[in-house]
């Protein structure tokens, strides 16, 4: 019986490890700013434009926590 006392604490004392090493989400490491590169111009029909849509709907649909800055050519 002390063998399975052992063997349960230490997978208890284990798994209590694991989980304090985990890092914390997404979500509470605040506003991220990404960067974006064309070789377009940023108004060029299709492709520039695309890119500029892009990036607005990555900050709408992340609301406000991904942010996007297009640089054109």
Same mark, same amino acid.
């Given at each position: 019986? /002390? ?5 349960? &604490? #230490? #997978? =208890? +004392? &284990? *798994? *209590?490890? =694991? *989980?304090? %090493?985990?890092? =914390?989400?997404?979500?509470?490491? !605040? ?6 590169? %064309? %070789?377009?111009?940023? @108004?060029?029909? !299709?492709? !520039?434009? &695309? *890119? /500029?849509?892009? =990036? /607005?709907?990555? @900050? %709408?649909?992340? +609301? !406000? ?7 054109? #050519?």
């Amino acid at each position: 019986m /002390e063998r399975r006392k052992f063997l349960t &604490g #230490a #997978a =208890a +004392g &284990g *798994a *209590a490890v =694991a *989980a304090s %090493t985990l890092s =914390a989400p997404a979500i509470s490491q !605040g506003v991220k700013q990404l960067k974006m590169v %064309t %070789t377009w111009p940023k @108004n060029f029909p !299709g492709l !520039g434009t &695309g *890119a /500029e849509r892009l =990036a /607005e709907r990555i @900050n %709408t649909m992340s +609301g !406000g926590k991904l942010q996007v800055k297009v640089y054109a #050519a």
